[in-house]
């Protein structure tokens, strides 16, 4: 049965990131992605001011509990040996009825090509399946993201649909990907994953 209260003990630990919510003392880290044209690129965000992320950061800051569908989980990904937060995990309680989510994340692009948004994003996986409860998890991306859909592939999310120009981003019209994992499929990428890394 889907559980209609996120509210996970922080830290969630991964091998070597600490999930977590946001606060006020990640700003200079923020900046880092937050107003880089080339990780925005694909995402839903402008590139951001100090004052547009400190807006970001109390909003997120709220982010760390979910209770209704239709919120998010936005966790920040703490890079535990540096004690600097280089990304953002995040999933939404999409249905209650389907039990469904939709998962996401961004990283700074100066620690990517290391496995962190892979590690936070299987771990991310792990509270939606084995402690929320969910049947299915979705990923929704810019068709020209490869390598996000890497990512996605690596977890052993099943790219589902390709949609052709059906969206208005950022000025242009884009493809959307849609991946996807069932919580029946779960248990065997859970333990491939383990094994590979």
Do not use: C
């Not at 800051?61 to 209770?67: E, T």
């Amino acid at each position: 049965m889907v559980s209609t209260l996120w509210a996970p003990d922080y830290p969630v630990a991964t091998p070597r990131l600490d999930l977590r919510p946001h606060r006020a003392g990640d700003l200079d880290d923020l900046m880092r992605y937050h107003s880089d044209p080339e990780v925005v690129r694909y995402i839903p965000w402008p590139v951001r001011t100090p004052d547009q992320i400190r807006e970001a950061i109390a909003s997120r800051a709220k982010q760390g509990v979910v209770s209704a569908p239709g919120q998010w989980l936005v966790l920040a990904m703490e890079l535990r040996a540096e004690h600097r937060v280089i990304g953002e995990v995040l999933l939404k309680f999409d249905s209650e009825t389907d039990a469904r989510g939709e998962l996401g994340y961004a990283m700074a692009a100066d620690v990517a090509g290391h496995g962190y948004a892979t590690e936070a994003a299987h771990e991310m996986l792990r509270l939606a399946f084995d402690e929320f409860g969910l049947h299915r998890v979705i990923a929704r991306l810019d068709a020209r993201n490869d390598a996000s859909a890497r990512l996605l592939e690596r977890l052993g999310m099943r790219r589902e649909a390709h949609f052709v120009k059906d969206e208005f981003f950022k000025g242009e019209w884009t493809d959307t990907l849609v991946y996807a994992m069932l919580a029946e499929e779960w248990p065997i990428f859970r333990s491939r994953f383990h094994s590979e890394n």
